[in-house]
């Protein structure tokens, strides 16, 4: 396995090149509103240390990426939440500072709060356990039980492959093979479960047999790699200044040997690359729409996933092209970087 070298990071004033979303962009109407309404929820449940911190979460502008990556769901709140408090369990899980016994106890706390037959469930043990045990209360009853096995598993697998990231599981400057690199990437991205969520926010469900189905699945993948590996992009000087080379053009440079504006730039072909696999993938499953043994009805409800999809990752694109979190600025790193502000997983 190959190392990092942390001087070898990218000169200052790198820039991610020009990437475009499939569709134009979209922004809820109601993004503002629930922008307050998460700070709220939040600071009810006890996640923000100080007031520097919640300031830098507010920064983030969390629920307007929701705003932009769900902007036609009914119920927007509800998904917006599930995304801040995503934000805040990864960088609790990412942070040097947290020792791998806190990472797994935290884990664990999660998942159980997380029952797929809606049994009691054991008292949080923390914070963020709590806030997910609402968020689950808020969620769940309403979803079947086969979405809520999906969504569990999918937020399982999220949660498994961020520890396998922690720099005490392979050490952070440690990088993999291009398709490694790739396969754990759609589990750590998270993407999966968010996808789940604009089930939610419609209030309505995919069919099995559609939801089930390989090519199906191929959709996802496509749009889930589109998205997280624009990320990676817009992430990278931040988190290589951490240490952190867990990174779609990190990976990519190691295995070509080239610069790191070559390697952006192929990562960046690699992101149009998923973006119009995606859209043909869409053209694929409509093409077999005759051969899925589901209503009108329900095939309405998976033509709107594939729009839904479309416009998650323009909407994905827009707001890292735009938030402070990842600009050099004191704003955009309070959140990220002041870690003695940050929750401490024991309850606090």
């Not at 200052?12 to 922008?35: C, I, K, S, T, Y």
């Not at 990426?65 to 990864?90: K, S």
């Not at 009691?120 to 914070?127: I, L, Q």
Request: glycine fraction near 4%.
């Amino acid at each position: 396995m190959t190392t990092f070298d942390a001087a070898t990071a990218p000169p200052e004033g790198f820039r991610v090149p020009a990437l475009r979303g499939p569709v134009p962009v979209r922004m809820h109407p109601e993004a503002d509103r629930v922008q307050e309404s998460l700070l709220q929820w939040a600071s009810f449940h006890g996640l923000f240390q100080s007031s520097r911190q919640r300031d830098g979460y507010a920064h983030s502008e969390f629920a307007r990426f929701a705003g932009y990556t769900y902007p036609r769901v009914a119920a927007l709140e509800t998904v917006a939440w599930w995304h801040g408090h995503n934000w805040l369990v990864d960088d609790f899980l990412d942070r040097p500072r947290t020792e791998d016994a806190q990472a797994e106890a935290l884990v664990a706390d999660l998942l159980a709060q997380l029952p797929v037959d809606l049994t009691e469930r054991p008292k949080p043990k923390g914070a963020l356990a709590a806030a997910a045990a609402d968020l689950w209360r808020r969620t769940a009853p309403g979803r079947s039980p086969a979405w809520r096995s999906r969504y569990r598993a999918h937020y399982r697998d999220w949660l498994a492959l961020s520890l396998r990231a922690r720099p005490h599981r392979q050490g952070r400057s440690a990088l993999v093979s291009v398709p490694t690199y790739i396969r754990r990437r759609r589990l750590h991205s998270g993407a999966e479960m968010t996808f789940d969520l604009l089930e939610v926010g419609h209030d309505r469900e995919l069919p099995e047999a559609v939801v089930d189905s390989d090519l199906y699945r191929t959709v996802r993948f496509a749009a889930n790699d589109a998205i997280s590996w624009t990320n990676d992009l817009y992430s990278l000087p931040k988190d290589l200044a951490e240490g952190d080379a867990d990174h779609l053009t990190a990976v990519v440079r190691q295995a070509r040997g080239s610069t790191w504006g070559e390697a952006a730039r192929k990562a960046a072909r690699m992101v149009h690359e998923a973006t119009a696999d995606f859209m043909t993938a869409c053209d694929d499953l409509r093409a077999m729409r005759g051969l899925y043994e589901v209503t009108d009805a329900q095939w309405d409800v998976v033509d709107d996933s594939l729009k839904d999809l479309a416009l998650w990752i323009s909407g994905s694109l827009y707001w890292h092209q735009h938030t402070p979190r990842y600009r050099n600025s004191p704003e955009a790193t309070a959140f990220a970087m002041r870690e003695e502000d940050q929750l401490d997983y024991a309850g606090h």
